[in-house]
DNA sequence: ACGCGCATCCCTCCATCGGGTGACTGCCAG
DNA sequence: CTGGCAGTCACCCGATGGAGGGATGCGCGT
C-alpha cells in the first residue's frame, strides 16, 4: 500500500468550523506534492463531502456546533468502515477523545502541534498505523477506567446540578424519594465523590454532565 | 488618519499559541499590500513582539496555556495605551469576554467568521472604532449584571465544589463554621442559587470557578 | 465622623442529606 | 434457569445544610 503514496498524492478532507483553521490547514498542503486537500468543511457537510471524494485521510475536529465531530465520526465510519480519521482538537484533555477513538478515530493531533506533527500522523494513519501521541493516550488511559453511570443515575444528577432536593428530584422523574437516594448514593460511590456537590464538578469535568 | 492606510500597509501582530491558527491568518494576509503580518507567536512572547514591532492592530487569542490572553493585554496594554488589540476566540459566549473588553480591547472577532469579517474588523479598530459583533455585544450585556463574588467567598464556594463540608471549608480557610456559613448563604443568595450544588454549576458555567 | 462593604463569630431550628440494611420487580446473558 | 444488574421502595439515624436572628471589627471613601 505504501507504493501508492508514490504513485498519487494523500487526499485529505479537512472538517472544522473555523475558516481560519481551514485555511491554515490550506496552507499547510500548499504545494505538497505528497498530499493534496480535496476538501474542506463544517459538520453538517462532512458525510457529504467524504462520499464525494473518498478521502485517504480526514482531519476532523471535535469541537462543532450542530453535528458534533463524534457524529460525524460515527456517520463516516458507518458508510466506509475503512475509513482513516485523524481527531483534530483543541485541548489533550478532551472530554471526548475516548469517545472519538472508541468511535474509530485512528489519529489524534492537539492544535497546538507543529505542522510537521501533522503531516507525520497524516503519513502514519495513511499506511495503516495508528497515531495517538502518547500525552494524550495517557489522559485517555485515565478515562479508560470511567465509571459511566447508569442512564437513570444521569438524570438525577442532572437534576441535581440545577439544585433540585432529592424530593423534587422525585417529584420530576415520577419516582419515590428514597429511590432518589439510592441513585444519589451509587452516583457518589462510583464517581467517588464526597457529596452530591463534589460530584457534579466530576461529571462536569469528565463530560459526563454538559453544563 | 485613514489616508495613513494608503501610505503604509496596517501591521498586524498576532498572537496564538496554535501554529495552525497562525498559518491560517498568515494565509489570510498573504499576498495583501493593505495588510501585512510583522509578527506570530503564543502568549508568552506577546509583549515583547509588541514592544518590538509596535504593530497597529494586535489579534489576540484569549484561550491560551501559560500566559493568559487576558494577562497579554494587559501587559501590552499597560505599555502602551494607545494599543489597538482584536479578542480572536473561539466561543462567542467566552466567560473571558467581559474582562478582556474591560482590559482594553476594541475588537472582537469569532474564529468561525470568515476572512474578509477578519479583515473588516482589522481596518475599523484600525480606523479608531470599536468593533465588537452584535451577537457578541448581548452575551456581554448578559454579563454586565455579573454579581461578582468576594475573593473570600469564591475561596469558600471553589472548596464547597470539591465536596468539601462547611466545617471542612472552615478548616481549610481557618475560619469558623458559622462564618463559613454565612459566606455560604451570601453565595447563594448572590447566585440566586437554591443550594451549594446550583451555586457551583452557575459559577462553572459564568467562568468565576474554572473546572 | 459617618456609612458601607467585607469578614468574622455566635445562636436556634428544621429540612435535608448520606450511610446502612433489606427486599421486590423485570430483564438479559450465560 | 439462575445469576447479575438496573430500578424501585421502605425504614432508621446521625451529620450536615440552609434560613432566621443579632453582633463585632476593620478599612475605605466621602
Not at 491554515?24 to 505528497?34: C, W
Not at 472530554?95 to 474509530?104: D, F, S
Not at 457534579?200 to 469535568?205: D, K
Request: proline share 3%; with cysteine.
Amino acid at each position: 500500500m505504501t507504493l501508492l503514496q508514490h504513485n498519487r498524492p494523500i487526499s485529505v478532507l479537512a472538517v472544522d468550523d473555523h475558516p481560519l483553521i481551514l485555511e491554515g490547514i490550506a496552507a499547510v498542503f500548499e504545494g505538497m506534492s505528497e498530499m493534496n486537500l480535496v476538501g474542506a468543511c463544517d459538520g453538517r457537510q462532512a458525510l457529504a463531502l467524504y462520499q464525494q471524494h473518498l478521502p485517504d485521510v480526514t482531519l476532523m475536529d471535535l469541537q462543532m456546533p450542530g453535528v458534533s465531530g463524534l457524529e460525524a465520526i460515527e456517520l463516516i465510519r458507518q458508510y466506509d468502515p475503512h475509513a482513516r480519521i485523524v481527531v483534530l482538537t483543541t485541548y489533550k484533555g478532551d472530554v471526548h477523545a475516548l469517545r472519538a477513538i472508541k468511535a474509530g478515530a485512528v489519529g489524534y493531533v492537539l492544535k497546538n502541534m507543529m505542522r510537521t506533527d501533522l503531516l507525520e500522523t497524516i503519513r502514519g494513519v495513511h499506511a495503516g498505523h495508528r497515531r495517538i501521541p502518547a500525552e494524550v493516550a495517557m489522559e485517555l488511559a485515565e478515562y479508560m477506567s470511567e465509571v459511566s453511570l447508569t442512564p437513570r443515575e444521569t438524570e438525577v444528577l442532572k437534576l441535581a446540578a440545577v439544585g433540585k432536593s432529592n424530593k423534587r428530584i422525585g417529584a420530576g422523574l415520577d419516582i419515590s424519594e428514597d429511590t432518589v437516594k439510592v441513585h444519589m448514593k451509587n452516583i457518589l460511590a462510583k464517581l467517588h465523590a464526597a457529596d452530591r456537590t463534589h460530584a457534579v464538578t466530576i461529571a462536569v469535568r469528565r463530560g459526563i454532565l454538559q453544563f
